[in-house]
């Protein structure tokens, strides 16, 4: 008789994505839908996509040791984190909303500054298709407009005025 019996395998939580498609009912009622949201870096007169941000591992991000107070950080670069929400409509596919996060990246010494609720708080309002880019400066306006155009040029043809003059 063996006294020691195989121990069933537990699953890994899986992060439930839900389609807006669907009208959900109970269990994962509210929960938040990430189907139609991308992130891209910021970081200097550069602009990226990142999907690593959706899950605070972008590029700029991974073996930084985050605090929430800024003067822990103080070699630190700025860098953002760029929300994008697409809309579809029958007049096209459009940015929706687009919001930027803040951030301060030392890579040298690993260390960052950020504050995690602000960045999600900015992910729902780009989910809520706001326009939050205050803060930018013209260098990464102009960055990100640029990052926006050359990923659909069409897509920023049918966004609202609020988006092109945020960025203008």
Not at 44 to 64: C, F, N, P, T, W
Not at 80 to 94: F, H, Y
Not at 139 to 154: F, G, M, W, Y
């Amino acid at each position: 008789m063996d006294s020691h019996k195989e121990e069933p395998k537990k699953k890994p939580a899986a992060l439930n994505i839900v389609s807006t498609k669907v009208n959900h009912k109970g269990f994962g009622a509210g929960s938040i839908d990430l189907s139609n949201v991308s992130s891209l870096i910021l970081d200097g007169d550069e602009a990226y996509l990142d999907m690593g941000a959706l899950h605070a591992k972008s590029q700029v991000e991974k073996r930084i040791k985050f605090s929430t107070n800024k003067e822990d950080v103080p070699d630190g670069r700025r860098c953002w984190i760029v929300w994008v929400a697409v809309d579809r409509s029958p007049e096209g596919t459009s940015y929706g909303g687009v919001t930027a996060c803040e951030m301060l990246i030392d890579t040298e010494a690993r260390k960052g500054w950020k504050i995690l609720a602000d960045h999600v708080n900015r992910m729902d309002a780009a989910m809520k298709r706001k326009i939050m880019v205050e803060g930018l400066d013209e260098t990464e306006k102009s960055a990100l407009r640029k990052a926006l155009i050359e990923h659909n040029e069409e897509w920023w043809n049918h966004s609202s005025e609020e988006l092109k003059q945020a960025l203008a």
